[in-house]
């Protein structure tokens, strides 16, 4: 089996199964004739497409897809949990090295969306009752990156 043919298998597997887009908009799709059918759209994406952008994976975001039919559901699809898992180690070497890619890259964009955040906090002028959600968004970040403020200050402070 060729390794993106367990990829395109996951993919017939999951078809009615919830998948969510990068800003949260919820959708489902049908294989047809090769293609994926995505239910909040008029556009077929085929099979082609997809396994060129799983050529490409790790990327950060559906930006790096844009040439491809239906960017934002190729990235959906993707880096879902659910497809990713669908790789064996039995194939090629490379699927230990991709899992290892891919999660250093969800990593070091963790850590930069919390940089990011600390950011934006700072600069905030609404009362701190309305940046709630953001600081919900940077204590979640920072258990998963297991890095806080004090990090990225002492970082920033390495180079001046």
């Known amino acids: 089996m060729k390794p993106f043919d367990q990829i395109w298998n996951a993919i017939s597997k999951y078809q009615d199964s919830s998948f969510h887009q990068l800003r949260g908009k919820a ?40 040439d491809l039919r239906g960017p934002s559901y190729l990235f959906a699809i993707l880096s879902d949990s659910r497809i990713f898992a669908s790789l064996n180690d039995r194939g090629e070497g490379s699927n230990m090295e991709f899992k290892a890619g891919y999660a250093k890259g969800r990593m070091d964009e963790a850590e930069a969306t919390l940089r990011n955040l600390y950011i934006i906090l700072d600069e905030m002028k609404e009362p701190l009752h309305q940046a709630n959600h953001i600081l919900t968004c940077i204590r979640d970040l920072e258990k998963l990156t297991g890095k806080d403020r004090d990090f990225f200050d002492s970082e920033e402070n390495a180079f001046e």
């Open 27 to 66: 959708f489902t799709y049908k294989l047809i004739r090769n293609s994926v059918i995505p239910n909040t759209t008029n556009i077929t994406i085929p099979r082609s497409h997809f396994e060129k952008a799983w050529g490409r994976m790790p990327v950060t975001g559906p930006g790096a897809l844009q």
